[in-house]
């Protein structure tokens, strides 16, 4: 099946700065993939390409099939970064309009727009001017024209923006609810937790590069666990051992004990030991790494390699530096 | 196709539903209206009644006669109804058949109240200065007329020494802050009995010079290769007028009400959604035919309250509907161009301040032709009018202002005009959608017009 999103060498420059560097990219039909990044790392400009908002330097962009999302527009849902609502305009009849832009119509879009603002728990607020929404209600409101055509594919551009925890947990469990019905979602964020939550794969970009591009189980079990959290057994014992060990890197306090970098291509588990034998525990757990370290890592090692931080043979970092253009 | 319709019915349903669209609309004519009726009372003179006392100091003794006779009541109405029929004469046909009949009934009301004045002759050698004074004294007894005037005929104003030279004139003395109507009336009078005595004097019949003087003007008969016709004159002639005034209001109020509509979308960060649903020329489009459908409800209200005025008077044969046909073309033409550029101001700025300096020249070029209106419609064959009538955007100013003149251009002239008015609106319409896709998604420092350069020959 082809891809629901393909983005071969994509390059797109504004005056002097490149916002995006060869971008390769490729969304699965029916996945459920992470662009992530820190801000400025080139997400929403990409974003934009897909949408034919903005139009690429060089590179092709294919997106359900079509060389333009001028031609699938219909089939697209999306959220923008930077968003809006008329804010004279009632909520139903802003529904309505995206709706009919996004070719809805007769007797089918009235209901579809009650039952999409009753999902996001906003009932009855469609006779509410858009002014007199709150911003998280305002974020929903955003949510349901994106979604009120049922997408083949939706693209999320930092949708959890200025969301309340419990708006942001409603939101997840609908863009969950949208996947399962069949639509490949895109979800671009900055705060990698969110996408650690939600997503099955992620894609990293760094600077206008992609860094990483992974399937999250593969990145976890290709990102050797380096840090383990150990509880003293005894809360008065003697620690200065642990440092001195040939596997640990460094040994820094954390909340109820120490949080213990081992050194890289250390077996975690003879380490283990070897810090239970240097002081007994109550509780020692291995990390699992989380995306913020792994771009960090991945960062920290582009910075002191200039070649690219391609990364070590065989790790996700390998893969994601020969995925991406700009830098394979 | 479907989507550029729902972007302009958005557009144009969210101003002609709002109540400052619907009673801007209402209250132009309203007032205008309320003008016509009201000013007419509020400035009407006619109630006005000439009194007062004249003195009159004639070496002549030719002209105090005469002045007596022209301030009497009769032959003021007289006077009076001579100067409507002659005002009537210049009036199109069809507007004097429609006034002649309405005049006869109200005939006294429009020659107004009958004046009162009294003349009193002073001797030839009467004391000026105690004349001024007795002027300036103004101490009449109560119920007697106030002193209004002092008037000192020249000894040479009925007859001369050199019959070559011009013959002399009088001087009239009116106290402090008398009515320019009585001033008017006086010098009116005045001259009525110079003349007068003049005719007599020099035994002329001036019923008969009258007559000899008098030619009526008469419509000029258009002769050309078609068929003979009056030349176009009137109210078609104001057409350039009314199409100046229509493109104007259109662009002032649909190119306002798109150019704030998308500094709004813009600034509200709506664009993008939109976006992600219409191209940005879809967009842009729909923007143009919503605010287009909005000017062409105000002109049809606007327009459809003038011939219902028309036609209650009988006068739509007044307005020669080919030009009106072409008023709309050109009304298109113009609309689409100067629009979309304002489109483009719209997109490429942040906020209405912003707006104000970039849309500088377009509000110049809706202004340019005004200028050019007299110089185009007297000599509708010269170089500047036939100029103003290719040069894009006042091109279709320029064209209608000669179409609507005594010599109309040959027709491949207006048809060349209308396509360079439509290579102009893909000119146009080309480089504001380039603007427009580049700025709508610019935010922070607005272009300046080398930046708007760059922007189109980059895109």
């Known amino acids: ?328 | 196709m479907t989507r550029i319709v729902q972007v302009a019915l958005r557009d144009f349903l969210a101003v002609v539903t709002t109540k400052g669209f619907v009673f801007g609309l209402v209250a132009t004519p309203a007032i205008g209206g309320i003008l016509v009726l009201v000013a007419p009372s509020l400035f009407d003179d006619r109630d006005y009644r000439i009194a007062g006392e004249y003195a009159i100091v004639d070496p002549t003794g030719a002209v105090a006669p005469r002045m007596r006779a022209a301030i009497e009541p009769q032959a003021v109405a007289g006077r009076r109804l001579a100067a409507l029929r002659r005002g009537m004469d210049r009036v199109p046909e069809p507007v004097r058949s429609v006034a002649e009949d309405a005049v006869p009934p109200s005939l006294a009301a429009e020659l107004g109240p009958p004046p009162d004045v009294r003349l009193t002759v002073l001797p030839a050698d009467a004391d000026l200065e105690e004349a001024r004074a007795w002027l300036a004294e103004d101490s009449a007894a109560p119920g007697e007329p106030r002193r209004a005037a002092l008037i000192v005929i020249h000894h040479d104003a009925v007859t001369g020494e050199d019959p070559a030279a011009a013959l002399g004139t009088y001087d009239l003395y009116v106290p402090a802050g008398l009515d320019d109507r009585d001033v008017d009336f006086c010098h009116e009078a005045i001259r009525e009995a110079i003349t007068e005595a003049r005719a007599a004097a020099h035994d002329l019949d001036r019923a008969a010079v009258e007559r000899l003087l008098e030619v009526p003007r008469q419509a000029s008969i258009a002769v050309g290769a078609g068929a003979e016709g009056e030349t176009v004159g009137g109210l078609t002639r104001l057409l350039p007028a009314a199409y100046m005034i229509l493109l104007m209001v259109g662009i002032m109020v649909g190119g306002q009400n798109m150019l704030t509509s998308t500094v709004e979308e813009k600034s509200n960060r709506v664009v993008e959604v939109l976006l992600s649903a219409v191209s940005p020329m879809e967009l842009m489009a729909g923007k143009l035919l919503g605010a287009m459908a909005v000017s062409f409800v105000m002109m049809a209200f606007y327009a459809g309250i003038g011939l219902a005025l028309l036609a209650s008077f009988s006068l739509l044969g007044l307005v020669d509907p080919w030009l009106i046909l072409y008023l709309g073309i050109f009304f298109v033409l113009g609309f689409l161009v100067l629009g979309s550029l304002m489109l483009a101001v719209g997109a490429a700025v942040n906020d209405m301040n912003e707006a104000a300096s970039l849309q500088g020249p377009l509000i110049v070029a809706i202004m340019v032709p005004w200028i050019f209106w007299p110089a185009v419609a007297r000599s509708p064959d010269s170089t500047l009018a036939l100029v103003v009538s290719f040069l894009p955007p006042v091109n279709t100013f320029g064209m209608l202002i000669r179409m609507a003149s005594t010599q109309p251009p040959p027709w491949w002239q207006v048809w060349l005009s209308i396509a360079i008015g439509a290579a102009a609106v893909v000119g146009a319409v080309w480089v504001a959608a380039k603007v427009f896709r580049i700025g709508l998604l610019m935010y922070g420092k607005p272009p300046d017009f080398r930046t708007l350069i760059r922007w189109v020959r980059a895109a």
Do not use: W
């Open chain 1, 1 to 328: 099946m082809n891809a629901a999103v393909r983005m071969t060498g994509v390059t797109k420059t504004f005056g002097q700065m490149t916002a995006v560097a060869g971008l390769n990219l490729e969304v699965p039909r029916g996945g459920l993939y992470g662009f992530i990044g820190p801000n400025g790392a080139g997400k929403t400009t990409a974003i934009r390409m897909l949408m034919s908002i903005l139009f690429p330097d060089a590179g092709t962009i294919s997106i359900l099939d079509h060389a333009s999302a001028l031609e699938a527009k219909d089939r697209i849902g999306y959220l923008p970064e930077e968003r809006g609502l008329y804010r004279k305009m009632r909520v139903r009849p802003f529904l309505r309009y995206i709706g009919r832009l996004k070719g809805l119509g007769g007797a089918d879009l009235e209901p579809r727009i009650t039952a999409a603002l009753d999902r996001v728990g906003l009932p009855g607020v469609d006779r509410k001017r858009c002014d007199e929404l709150s911003k998280g209600m305002s974020q929903k409101v955003q949510f349901v024209a994106a979604t009120l055509h049922e997408p083949d594919l939706l693209i999320l551009d930092e949708p959890f923006s200025g969301l309340d925890p419990v708006s942001t947990r409603m939101l997840r469990g609908v863009i969950l609810e949208e996947h399962r019905r069949g639509a490949t979602v895109l979800l671009s964020t900055h705060v990698m937790p969110q996408a650690e939550e939600i997503c099955e794969h992620v894609v990293m970009v760094h600077q206008g590069r992609k860094v990483l591009d992974d399937d999250l189980a593969t990145i976890r079990r290709a990102y050797d666990p380096r840090t383990v959290q150990l509880e003293p057994l005894d809360a008065e014992a003697d620690t200065t051992a642990l440092a001195s060990l040939p596997e640990v890197e460094h040994v820094r306090a954390a909340d109820r004990g120490h949080e213990i970098r081992l050194r890289r291509g250390t077996d975690p588990a003879a380490a283990m030991r070897s810090l239970l034998d240097a002081v007994p525990a109550a509780r020692i757990e291995l990390t699992r790494p989380r995306l913020e370290d792994i771009f960090v890592d991945i960062v920290g090692r582009g910075a002191a390699d200039p070649a690219g931080g391609k990364g070590e043979p065989g790790s996700a970092s390998h893969r994601a530096s020969q995925g991406a253009g700009g830098a394979s």
